[in-house]
């Protein structure tokens, strides 16, 4: 089984930062890519960004230019700095490891005020 760990989430003000870090542990397994994914209540969950085994990121309309995704290897430890955030970047957010199969985090709470 595969294992990923997400911790830095917590509760900022708006405009303020935090980096959330996705820890990977357990069998190893090919990975493709890693992602941060996020779900607000009464929304569905959403793609925020990725980074391919090969270094390619991706980022969702809605951050990009605020989140910056990063990491080693794809499969090792993943962060994901988040910059200038704002009450609707309030959310639980999950890490996904995805080679054959896909494999989630528990998520954790990011509470933006304004």
């Known amino acids: 089984q595969v294992q990923l760990v997400e911790t830095g989430g917590g509760l900022v003000q708006a405009g303020e930062s935090l980096r959330l870090t996705c820890t990977r542990s357990?069998?190893?397994?090919?990975?493709?890519?890693m992602s941060w994914y996020r779900q607000a209540p009464g929304k569905q969950r959403e793609l925020v960004a990725t980074?391919?085994?090969?270094?390619?990121?991706k980022y969702a309309e809605s951050v990009e230019g605020r989140f910056t995704i990063s990491g080693g290897s794809p499969g090792k430890t993943v962060y994901l700095q988040m910059n200038n955030l704002r009450p609707d970047d309030t959310a639980v957010y999950y890490c996904q490891a995805a080679g054959g199969l896909a494999y989630w985090g528990q998520g954790t709470q990011v509470t933006v005020s304004s």
């Open positions: 980074v391919t085994s090969v270094g390619d990121k």
């Open positions: 357990g069998v190893a397994v090919r990975i493709n890519s």
